[in-house]
């Protein structure tokens, strides 16, 4: 079996695949300071109760955009799994090229999303994450990462609402029932909600105009990712566990 783990600003989403079968997920707050004993317990008895035993588990690979808990992570992954995990970095074979000026500015985060979604469903691929932060990340036919641009996610975009504000409040995000908001949290949320969904159908329209790509595909996954694309015809799928695959992937090709 194989222990993926992607860990990003907000939480730590981890898998146990079957081969190419993904059985189980659970996820972990990244932002809470761990030793790598409380990391190996809580992975050892979230395994356990989805009825994994942690013996069976013969490799790990990581992906990471918080690095100051690395150290922890693997200590815990190399103290109770007794493996070694591959972390997606340079030197790591992915299947595609970074094509920009600084490879090494672009998240190992991203680079797993691009490796999904070009071998799951060929390019050329504009990619979607929609989580702490948005991002729309190009995958030409040829598998080249040869563009990514960044936005705020929606929850950085709520929280400067409600902390920069005196008199808005902290609201649930959910998709308005209108547009036509009458009252203040039916307005926040109109003007989170449709806002991103404006963004995103304004950039996939202007990556088209400007790479001349009409049959550019577009995959969508991250947290909020369902609630916007439920919303637009411009995403073609969205995937929830493309990071996962994505990570499954890169370690099957290093073996």
């Not at 690095?67 to 340079?90: A, E, F, R």
């Not at 369902?226 to 290093?254: A, F, V």
Request: hydrophobic content about 40%; glycine content about 10%; aromatic content about 6%.
């Amino acid at each position: 079996m194989l222990l993926v783990l992607d860990v990003g600003n907000t939480n730590i989403t981890c898998g146990i695949y079957d081969g190419d079968k993904l059985l189980h997920t659970f996820r972990l707050e990244s932002k809470t300071p761990r030793t790598s004993d409380e990391f190996g317990m809580i992975i050892c008895d979230l395994a356990a109760r989805h009825g994994v035993d942690i013996k069976d588990i013969d490799g790990v690979v990581i992906a990471t955009v918080v690095p100051n808990i690395m150290y922890s992570l693997i200590g815990s992954v190399k103290k109770y799994l007794k493996l070694t995990p591959l972390g997606v970095g340079p030197g790591v074979k992915t299947g595609i090229k970074v094509d920009t000026p600084n490879p090494k500015e672009i998240g190992p985060d991203r680079i797993v999303d691009a490796v999904a979604a070009y071998e799951l469903y060929g390019g050329p691929i504009l990619v979607l994450d929609f989580g702490t932060a948005t991002t729309y990340d190009l995958v030409t036919e040829d598998g080249r990462f040869t563009v990514g641009i960044t936005a705020p996610g929606v929850k950085i975009s709520a929280q400067a609402l409600w902390t920069g504000t005196a008199k808005l409040p902290e609201i649930e995000i959910e998709m308005p029932k209108s547009i036509l908001a009458n009252d203040t949290i039916w307005s926040m949320q109109a003007g989170l909600m449709y806002g991103q969904i404006g963004q995103t159908e304004y950039i996939i329209n202007q990556v088209k105009k400007e790479t001349g790509y009409k049959d550019l595909k577009v995959i969508a996954t991250g947290g909020l990712g369902r609630l916007i694309s439920n919303e637009t015809d411009m995403i073609d799928e969205y995937n929830s566990d493309l990071t996962l695959e994505g990570l499954r992937l890169i370690y099957e090709k290093n073996r």
